[in-house]
């Protein structure tokens, strides 16, 4: 059973989005890192990088695979976890603490085509 | 296989040398400005010769080449390497050769090569450039672009590639500058040719087949999916990674190929060298033989000691034994397969080529809450036994896959011996699998840790 | 069926095989092949050859080639091969082995290359290096398509026309069809133009800029500043080098560039027509995962044994399909051994010795050859290595072409109506001055 928090926003591509006023804080979902496996590396954007709804804005590695990142929200990158350059298994150890980037949104009806966490539970299926 | 622990930076000791070298005749020269010289020595070792040779012998033991045993890994076409064509290759007045020399010899070879060539494909012209398969691809795509191009067609941006493709063909697509679209699957392997109609049109600049594709299955419709892709105006691309069953039987040019690579360190004999030099060169049918002249992908004529070699080959097998290649090989192939699928899954049915998939093992031994045991794990246990692995994980279709491909030159005792340790480890999983979890038990080194080796890379010698 | 030296199968086994599969013959394996393309061709190659009668044809064709004292370089140097090279490489646990994909019979690739890496890091200084590519001009078309995946939202490269021929031409090649722009910046005063440098960068959308460290003319390069000019610009400074005078010059790593390339030919491999060689790509930490082609690693097993693997590999074609940097696939793994045994014996002195000794020779070479009045220096007082180019007073072709009938192969015409000669440590001060004396004589 894969952890899932009530309040959150879900995208299909398994993305979870806290949001805190204008900006949106972005991670992957225990699902998620479940599927990877040990993640060793993890892509992250630079700041003042801008990005559209459903953009690569970066990866996820693992030894064998590599799984792409997609924003779930349009905005511009505010922050990104340093952390986890040196730290990818934070990603594995606890997947909601581990956020990977904050994006300042440029149009916050985008949240409402995510999913809740209910409708994300049942996505995958659990 | 013994472990031996030794980096070459170990062995070094300041003072010692390995070289020879003549005595300085010229007169000595004003040295170069300090500001274009480098301000400390390169932390090279320093090591005499027969350290050198020693160290490099050892480390050669815990290697395995095609020489040491069976080499079944799939889409490899781990043939024997013959030793004239090393012979061959060594000759000084080929080895000594500057590139940009006048040479008749050498490019004697190149022309017989081009004829030679050729004739096995069914295709007009060759350039020799590519130095590798994946190179071939990408030139062959550059080739397909261009063609388009000078025609003043200049929206064929597509490229269709199946699903069972090497990830080779997709990111070779992409560097040429192409989309790739993928063309789904039937659960007979084969392409989906109703699936494949829906995706042809104006823009399309070619598609990429392998046939055998990469489930060692021919591609039965051939002859309707050239036609639909030659209806649109595109062109078919054949990777000739999987040749080897068709040499002398079956010719890529008369199935309706306009452009394709072959593989020479793969069908044509010519040694791995652990990854390299191989050769890829790119034959064309006559309408792109223009386009030849229009790009340059490496430096020079490409891997000529290669091209030697595998001359040398075409040579000794000459028409006759060139058409039993295949024969040989897919014998081995179907007779491996009907020998192992009852302990092995056999996702589809049927006769294969040169290679084939299964899809795991039939009992895993898994039950309640213990997992069984996986491909890796048979791909592990093989190496206790002397063999080399299959490969594993490849074509994605399939989660467990195993595909397996004997070549030519392994003889029946060989392959009933494979067979008997492949049955073995099936029953070994079945009864035991942490035997397979576990394994290899007999190797230098088993199972390194790979994530760690991922996160915190150490990826030259640290001195301690 | 008729035997054959390179086949097992007796006509016992294949009938015994055929019987377990349940097929009559092995035409029947080809069921499924349509009738129309199976066996529908008459081959028209020759019957099969003896061993005697390919190694008899061999040494007829080699002869062909004539035997020529090499003078020139162009990218290809024709330095001395230590005999250990081929003993070493042509043991067939390296020479006969794949890609190593199964680690634990593979440590001794994995171990080498993890020495090549190691080395080329010496040389260039800089921190990370793969498992080598294809050739220099490969390499430095890679190094180009690393550049604009390292910065966001720009495709356009600057290449020197100090770069070699090959070079700009495959690096164009590969622009061509990747959907990069180039842009070229001229060679003045013997060196890539810094103004004209300045000047391109100036459009704000560089994504990299590749330098000649030892140019087509033979001169090493001062690149003082520009990699402050170039990463002002935000673009990445490439280093195209010639690994075996990095044992002398300043390392790109000390010239500011972030990625170094080149061909590790001149590291004892032999001419061979042009190949095989090998590139070699070296490249600052941050940018190791943009990186194309294998890396080798170190770790532990799980008895704690040092063990090596292949690493990064999601970074590859197999993991990231289309959205790799590059679809290289494996490298030239047998040459990175060649290089590293060449490496193993020259030594950090070794090396240092071949460069002194082919300067040596190369600067006497010049002088007599301007003293025979038959030449005009265009690159007067200015520093090169080994290889140099003059301005003949007879016809450039006509020089090339009566060295050639002496026996020697030097003086390559370049565009500029120059020729070019280059002098290694194998060149004696006996073929130097033979040279010189049929240069006056005509």
Partial sequence: MSKIIEGLKYSESHEWVKVEGNVAVIGVTDFAQKEMGDITYVDVPDVDDSFEAGEDFGALESVKASSDLYCPVSGKVVEVNEELEDAPEKVNEDAFAAWIIKVEMSDASELDALMDAAAYKAMIGE | MKYYDKLIFECSKPGRVGYTLPANAFPKAEGLPQGLCRRQAPALPEVSEPEVVRHYTLLSQMNFGVDSGFYPLGSCTMKYNPKINEEVAAMPAFAGLHPLQSAPGAEKVLEEMDKALAEITGLSRFTFAPCAGAHGELTGLMLMRQYHLNRGDNARTKVIVPDSAHGTNPASAAVAGLEVVEVKSLSNGRVDVEALKGLLDEHVAGMMMTNPNTLGLFETQIEEIAALVHGVGGLMYYDGANMNPLMGLVRPGDMGFDIMHLNLHK?????????????????????????????????????????????????????????????????????????????????????????????????????????????????????????????????????????????????????????????????????????????????????????????????????? | MSQFAYFPHTEEDVRAMLERIGVKDTDALYADVPEQFFRKHTCALGEALSEQEVREWFERLASMNPKLTVFAGAGAYDHYTPSVIPYITSRSEFLTAYTPYQCEISQGTLRYIFEYQSMICALTGLDVSNASLYDGATAAAEAMKMCVASVRKRSRVLLSEGLLPQVLDVVETYARFH????????????????????????????????????????????????????????????????????????????????????????????????????????????????????????????????????????????????????????????????????????????????????????????????????????????????????????????????????????????????????????????????????????
């Fill in chain 2, 267 to 464: 069908t044509f004999s010519t040694p791995h060298g652990g990854g390299g030099p191989g050769s890829g060169p790119v034959g064309v049918a006559a309408p792109l033989v223009p386009c030849l002249d229009q790009i340059r992908v490496s430096a020079w004529h490409g891997n000529f000691g290669v091209i030697l070699r595998a001359y040398a080959y075409i040579l000794m097998l000459g028409r006759e034994h060139l058409a039993k290649v295949g024969e040989y090989a897919v014998l081995s192939a179907n007779y491996i397969k009907e020998c192992l699928k009852d302990v092995y899954k056999l996702p589809i049915e049927g006769v294969c080529k040169h290679e084939f998939v299964f899809d795991g093992l039939v009992n895993d031994g898994a039950h309640d809450e213990v997992p069984g045991a996986t491909t890796l794990d048979v791909a592990k246990r093989l190496l206790d036994f002397g063999f080399h692995a299959p490969t594993i994980y490849f074509p994605l279709l399939f989660h467990q896959a195993l595909m397996i491909e004997p070549t030519e030159t392994e003889s029946k005792e060989t392959i009933d011996a494979f067979i008997a340790v492949m049955r073995r480890i099936a029953e070994e999983a079945a009864e035991d699998p942490t035997l397979l979890q576990e394994a290899p038990h007999t190797t230098p080194v088993s199972r390194p840790d790979e994530t760690t080796a991922a996160r915190s890379p150490i990826l030259t010698f640290q001195d301690a």
């Fill in chain 3, 179 to 442: 959907g990069v722009e180039i842009g070229r910046v001229p060679v003045m005063d013997g060196r890539t133009c810094p103004g004209c440098l300045r000047a391109a960068l100036a459009s704000g959308d560089v994504a990299g800029v590749i330098l000649p460290q030892i140019n087509r003319y033979g001169l090493v390069e001062d690149h003082e500043g520009y990699a402050e000019m170039i990463h002002g610009a935000g673009a990445l400074m490439v280093q195209y080098c010639d690994p075996s005078a990095l044992a002398v010059l300043r390392t790109p790593a000390e010239w500011g560039a972030d990625i170094a390339v080149g061909d590790g030919q001149s590291l004892g491999i032999p001419l061979c027509y042009g190949g095989p060689y090998l590139g070699f790509m070296a490249v600052k930490k941050e940018y190791m995962r943009k990186m194309p082609g294998r890396i080798v690693g170190q770790t532990l097993d799980k008895q704690g044994r040092r063990a090596y693997v292949l690493t990064l590999q999601a970074r590859e074609q197999h993991i990231k399909r289309e959205k790799a940097t590059s679809n290289i696939c494996s490298n030239e793994s047998l040459m990175a051994l060649w290089v590293t045994v060449y490496l193993s014996l020259m030594g950090p002195e070794g090396l240092k010795e071949v460069n002194r000794l082919s300067y040596d020779g190369a600067h006497y070479l010049k002088e007599q050859l301007l003293l025979s009045g038959k030449f005009e220096d265009p690159f007067p007082g200015k520093a090169f290595l080994k290889e140099f180019v003059l301005k003949p007073k007879e016809a450039p072709a006509r020089l090339q072409e009566r060295l050639q009938k002496a026996g020697f192969f030097a003086a390559l015409c370049t565009e500029e109506g120059y020729v070019s000669f280059c002098v290694t440590e194998k060149r004696s001060r006996e073929e130097v001055d033979a040279l010189v004396q049929c240069v006056k004589e005509g």
